[in-house]
Each structure stands twice: as structure tokens, then as C-alpha cells.
């Protein structure tokens, strides 16, 4: 079994920034991908941003040219750079991997809350 566990989320005024970060309890083997997920009132979870083992980041499209996602594989972490806040970014954000090797391939964090508003 894998936990993940995120930190970072919290209220942020319309343009500005926060940075999430997603730390798994052990190492995984790869291929892994690690991304992050949101889910807004009454919506349905949506992908934000997800992250190859070795590779480049993959980004909803609202989100583009806004998120950053990054990895430290040393480390077990995956961050996300939030720029440009708006209130629509407003939701719970988890932390997801899929983890290829393993019988239970797919593993989710906690959440956190992300709060724009002014």
C-alpha cells in the first residue's frame, strides 16, 4: 500500500499563488504517473495536471500556462505551482498515482481545500 499525503492548499486572493505538494509513503516503482485532480461543488473530479516518471507534464485545459507540475522522484513528491489563482480554481485537490507494477494500481490522497476569493 501506498499513502499519499498533500499539503499546501488554503485561501488565496484572485492572482495570486500556492503550491501543493503530494509526498508517498514509500517509494513506488516504475512506470508511475503522479497527478493532481480537483473537484469543485457539485462537479465532477476533473485532471489538472499529471506527471510520467521521466517525461513532461500533461495539463487540463484550463489550467495551462497557469499549473506547473514538477516531481522529485528522489524524494516521493509531487508539487504543483499555482499562478494567477482564480475563484473558479476553487475546489479539493487530490493527489492521485497509478502505479503500473502494483496489484492496486491506483492510489488517491486526502485532499486538500484551494480557496480564491476576495
Known amino acids: 500500500q501506498v499513502q499519499l499525503v498533500e499539503s499546501g492548499g488554503g485561501l488565496v486572493q484572485p492572482g495570486g499563488s500556492l503550491r501543493l505538494s503530494c509526498a508517498a509513503s514509500?517509494?513506488?516503482?516504475?512506470?508511475?504517473?503522479f497527478g493532481w485532480y480537483r473537484q469543485a461543488p457539485g462537479k465532477q473530479r476533473e485532471l489538472v495536471a499529471s506527471m510520467p516518471y521521466v517525461g513532461s507534464g500533461n495539463y487540463g485545459d484550463s489550467v495551462k500556462g497557469r499549473f506547473t507540475i514538477s516531481r522529485d522522484n528522489a524524494k516521493n513528491t509531487v508539487y504543483l505551482q499555482m499562478n494567477n489563482l482564480q475563484p473558479e480554481d476553487t475546489g479539493i485537490y487530490f493527489c492521485?498515482?497509478?502505479?503500473?507494477?502494483?496489484?492496486?494500481?491506483?492510489?488517491w490522497g486526502q485532499g486538500t481545500q484551494v480557496t480564491v476569493s476576495s
Open positions: 514509500k517509494s513506488v516503482f516504475s512506470p508511475n504517473t
Open positions: 492521485h498515482a497509478f502505479i503500473a507494477a502494483y496489484a492496486v494500481k491506483d492510489y
